[in-house]
């Protein structure tokens, strides 16, 4: 779509709203609703309803059913899901969380993943990770927990549309290559860390959870001072168990 | 009323084949190609002139007019169902399995002629090309060079869609300047020379309707980027946007073309030259630098045309091999390439044989290029009958019919029967060789449906595949807690 096309439809309020109101009406008929029955309950034209259904489907919003008639809501919607989800740690897990941060001197968090994003679930009380949420989303590349979603992907450009990296500190990997590099280390050794990238005295060291199929859940992170990053990374195979042991709880 | 969620697959029937890879201009690029419009640019306005005199540009816009309406209804179906095998699985919604397979048929017919001629037609031109550097010209030559053509096609079109795209779309755009150019220089030489751009009146009525129809024959090909849909990133808007524009593209080009060729000397200065339909026979008379880029010209656009041509015939193929129509081995696709590469590598021979036989009998490259051409429309316009009837029918039936689809296609259909009829008793446009061929593959189409439908009653069911919607494009399988690759 050129920058025209979106400079038009700003300008027809009326169509974008009539859009929505299909939306909605999908989402609320459920599954297997046809272009008839929503231009009925929506009192809209035909013709204008087909026209909008057809712009959906384009985009990816709304799915016509391969009998041609039915409609239903399309992954694209995913991602409003995504916005509107807050992760949720049960009692079970909290107590795995709770005895790991016994054993060990350093701060213990766990993040969910959503299909593009990091949330946190469970940040140490004690010693709160260094940076909050929407920082860590905004600098994928700089921390353990995104380094790990992103080498979970086939392309980067699925999260990362445009790569502009920003260096943080000295340390933060701004090269895209550097950065392939790094996430192919991620995936043979089967954990991330991040050595002063995101703060200059910071150190973090991550591992999976995975779910029952293979999926990336979430992550098991550990925070503490970068010269420590030896101890820490003597956690990681204390780390991996209690991921295994989480990884039940979350799927 | 809410029907409940039908039977959703984990997998597209049409898997294996290449997704989401072609931009808008690539997939433009397909349409155009297999129209070939450079080397229509240069030879039909000087055919159709004759018959239609000053009326000559109207027949065009005419014919742009036309085939702009079919357009419109091929883009009623590719803004709903994302298809591999074009107007075949659009026919198949709309009236079902016997009639669609009577028109998929037809349009492998046109696609598999198109191919022909556009092989010879690259050959030739490229014999031509060696004939100026003294290679001695012959249906020898021309045999081994569209066998060397359809090997390089073949290659390019199962290394990949993008690839052969590309190709496409680059040397088109070279063929189309070339021509242009050869066209504009001819005018401006005729008009120093102190000719009045005109031509004379039209012979007749009856001419000018077989003067339409052969110009609807310059436009057909446009429709083949539904052939690519599953293979074009958003095919949903890339799609219905290439058909909808290269009806009127063409239109303008031909327009241009025609008005360019009105005034005599330039149509005679074009006809030295050895363009299509005088090859090989004058080859070697027009040794200029024009005659030698409009060669070069023509020679990439048939080129063009043939991978275009291909392309489309080998998706209506490989939709056909997995629906069981014809053998499933057509339906496989290559595990690294994701091209159909057992249609494309059985379809190129047939290609590249028939017209080199033909050639050998007939002697004339001419005649062979007009018989195949003439063939190949048989098969579109038939496929756009039935598609125009089958607009109306396919949203009756998905229930979303409005008034403005019946009336162009109930039109659009009218006109064109309408227009067979009248070229058809005024010209002995049907009643030749072409017609009794075309007539004849039909009826072998009709005996290997029968055939099959006796081994598999159940094929009916199975015809028109696309690439519909899986489960995991759906919302209700998605899990927000996960990432996926």
């Known amino acids: ?251 | 009323m809410v029907s409940g969620t039908p039977r959703i697959r984990s997998r597209s029937p049409v898997a294996g084949l290449e997704r989401a890879r072609l931009s808008f201009v690539q997939v433009l690029g397909q349409s155009v190609s297999a129209v070939a419009p450079s080397a229509v640019m240069v030879t039909l306005p000087a055919l159709v002139i004759p018959d239609a005199g000053r009326a000559t540009i109207a027949v065009f816009v005419a014919a742009a007019i036309l085939m702009t309406a079919v357009g419109y209804c091929i883009g009623q179906f590719a803004t709903r169902m994302v298809a591999v095998s074009g107007l075949y699985s659009y026919i198949v919604k709309g009236l079902g399995a016997v009639p669609g397979f009577g028109g998929g048929w037809s349009l492998l017919v046109g696609y598999a002629a198109a191919a022909m001629a556009s092989t010879l037609g690259a050959a030739s031109y490229l014999a031509a090309l060696l004939g100026r550097v003294g290679l001695p010209a012959g249906s020898p030559l021309i045999a081994v060079l569209a066998a060397i053509v359809g090997l390089l096609a073949l290659l390019l079109m199962v290394r990949g869609v993008q690839l052969s795209a590309r190709i496409m779309l680059a040397i088109e755009v070279f063929a189309i300047v070339a021509a242009s150019a050869a066209l504009v220089v001819a005018f401006v030489q005729s008009i120093r020379e102190g000719a009045t751009p005109s031509a004379g009146g039209a012979k007749s009525g009856s001419a000018v309707g077989f003067a339409v129809l052969l110009a609807i024959t310059s436009f057909v090909g446009f429709e083949s980027a539904g052939t690519v849909a599953r293979e074009a990133r958003n095919p949903f808007v890339a799609v219905p946007r290439a058909i909808r524009w290269t009806p009127i593209a063409l239109g303008v080009l031909y327009v241009f073309a025609a008005a360019l060729q009105l005034p005599e000397p330039v149509r005679q200065g074009v006809d030295s030259l050895p363009i299509v339909l005088t090859l090989p026979d004058t080859s070697g008379a027009g040794s200029s630098a024009l005659s030698i880029v409009m060669e070069l010209g023509i020679t990439a656009s048939w080129f063009a045309c043939v991978l275009g041509s291909t392309t489309a015939l080998s998706r209506t193929l490989f939709a056909m091999g997995r629906e069981g129509v014809v053998p499933s081995v057509f339906g496989r696709t290559h595990h690294r390439f994701h091209t159909p590469h057992v249609a494309l590598t059985a379809a190129m021979p047939v290609v590249v044989a028939v017209p080199v036989l033909y050639l050998f009998v007939s002697g004339s490259s001419r005649d062979v290029l007009i018989g195949l051409l003439a063939v190949s429309a048989h098969g579109y316009v038939l496929a756009y009958v039935l598609l125009c009837v089958a607009t109306p029918a396919f949203l009756r039936r998905i229930g979303e019919l409005t008034r403005l689809p019946v009336i162009v296609g109930v039109l659009t259909a009218t006109a064109m029967v309408a227009l067979v009829g009248w070229a058809a008793f005024s010209r002995a446009y049907v009643a030749g060789a072409a017609t009794a061929v075309y007539v004849l593959l039909m009826l072998v189409g009709a005996a290997v449906f029968a055939i099959r439908a006796r081994r598999s009653p159940g094929i009916g069911e199975r015809m028109g595949v696309y690439d519909e919607a899986v489960a995991e494009d759906l919302l209700g399988r998605y899990r927000p807690w996960e990432v996926r690759r």
């Not at chain 1, 995913?78 to 709770?98: F, H, K, M, N, Y």
């Open chain 1, 1 to 251: 779509m050129s920058a025209d096309d979106r400079a038009l439809s700003g300008r027809q309020p009326k169509a974008v709203t009539s859009a929505l109101r299909v939306l909605e009406e999908v989402a609320r008929a459920g599954s297997g609703v046809t272009a008839k029955d929503i231009a009925a309950r929506l009192s809209m034209p035909s013709a204008t309803t087909y026209r909008l259904l057809n712009i959906l489907v384009g985009e990816g919003y709304v799915v016509r059913l391969p009998d041609l008639s039915g409609f239903a809501l399309g992954q694209k919607i995913g991602i409003l899901v995504d916005a509107a989800v807050v992760p949720t740690v049960c009692a079970a897990a909290r107590e795995v969380l709770g005895e790991l941060r016994l054993s060990v001197r350093f701060g213990v968090h766990l993040f969910f993943y959503t299909n593009v994003a990091v949330r946190t679930a469970d940040a140490d009380p004690e010693y709160p990770p260094p940076e909050d949420e929407s920082f860590l989303n905004q600098h994928l590349y700089a921390c353990a927990v995104g380094k790990l979603l992103l080498a979970e992907k086939s392309e980067l450009e699925s999260v990362i549309p445009r790569w502009e990296p920003r260096a943080l500190t000295a340390r933060t990997i701004v090269v895209r290559s550097e950065l392939l590099a790094n996430l192919d280390l991620i995936r043979s050794q089967g954990f991330a860390t991040q050595l002063a990238e995101l703060r200059d005295a910071s150190a973090c060291v991550a591992v999976p959870v995975r779910s029952g199929t293979g999926a990336l859940v979430g992550s098991l992170a550990l925070s503490g001072h970068v010269d420590h990053e030896h101890l820490m990374l003597r956690h990681v195979p204390s780390l991996r168990e209690h991921a295994e042991r989480l990884a039940p709880l979350m799927a």
